[in-house]
């Protein structure tokens, strides 16, 4: 377990909170992480948790910059973020709504920890994503208008550390999201992406369950 700032009261593992899933998305640290998913299945919340514990640790290097598909959903994420905080007991303040890029009046959200370090919750701008550095969350990847530049504008943030994760659910088969998918199943694994997968399955006569797999491409 990592010690916190001023972090009192930490869930020490994972699986006693979060279906199985969830709980390995949080704790695959690798540097590019791709989840392939259904809707509604707790992922950005599970995701909000892992931020948390990055963001908060003590001696924490980067902060976070979380990308949602608009500025509701930015919203939300950053409370969700508030939620975890509380819970966990860690220092943290809200600074509302921040003007990240003067030349283009690009905001975000942003908490601040006791380590100094911040959560920035930002619609799908990838303009956004410009010369900052530290770990990135594309969520709802492939609804963005254009996931191929907000890759290639947010990836080289990492070039000095952090992680990159990148999670949707499908929008078309010629989407750069579905790319992304196939060069790990299909042509080798170039960029050494850890591919997640869950899908959600309706049982007649047992409401719903999750299927959930987990690639070991990339690991």
């Given at each position: 377990m990592k010690r916190k700032g001023n972090a009192k009261c930490i869930p020490v593992n994972p699986d006693g909170i979060f279906l199985p899933y969830q709980s390995a998305w949080i704790k695959d640290d690798s540097r590019l992480k791709l989840m392939e998913k259904s809707r509604q299945i707790g992922l950005s919340w599970s995701t909000a948790y892992a931020c948390d514990e990055r963001t908060a640790a003590q001696g924490a290097l980067r902060d976070q910059w979380v990308s949602s598909r608009d500025d509701l959903q930015a919203r939300l994420f950053i409370e969700d973020c508030k939620m975890w905080a509380g819970i966990m007991s860690m220092a943290a303040k809200d600074l509302g709504q921040i003007v990240i890029?003067?030349?283009?009046?690009?905001?975000?959200?942003?908490?601040?920890?006791?380590?100094?370090?911040?959560?920035?919750?930002?619609?799908?701008?990838?303009?956004?994503?410009?010369?900052?550095?530290?770990?990135?969350?594309?969520?709802?990847?492939?609804?963005?208008?254009?996931?191929?530049?907000?890759?290639?504008?947010?990836?080289p943030g990492i070039t000095w550390g952090g992680s990159m994760e990148v999670i949707s659910t499908h929008r078309g088969s010629h989407n750069f999201f579905n790319e992304l998918v196939r060069e790990v199943r299909e042509h080798g694994n170039p960029k050494n992406i850890s591919l997640h997968r869950v899908t959600l399955q309706g049982c007649p006569g047992a409401g719903l369950s999750f299927q959930a797999a987990t690639d070991a491409a990339g690991r």
């Open positions: 890029d003067e030349s283009s009046r690009i905001s975000a959200y942003v908490l601040e920890f006791a380590s100094g370090r911040r959560i920035h919750s930002m619609s799908s701008n990838p303009d956004a994503q410009a010369g900052k550095r530290g770990g990135r969350v594309l969520d709802e990847f492939a609804l963005h208008p254009d996931p191929r530049k907000l890759w290639s504008i947010a990836y």
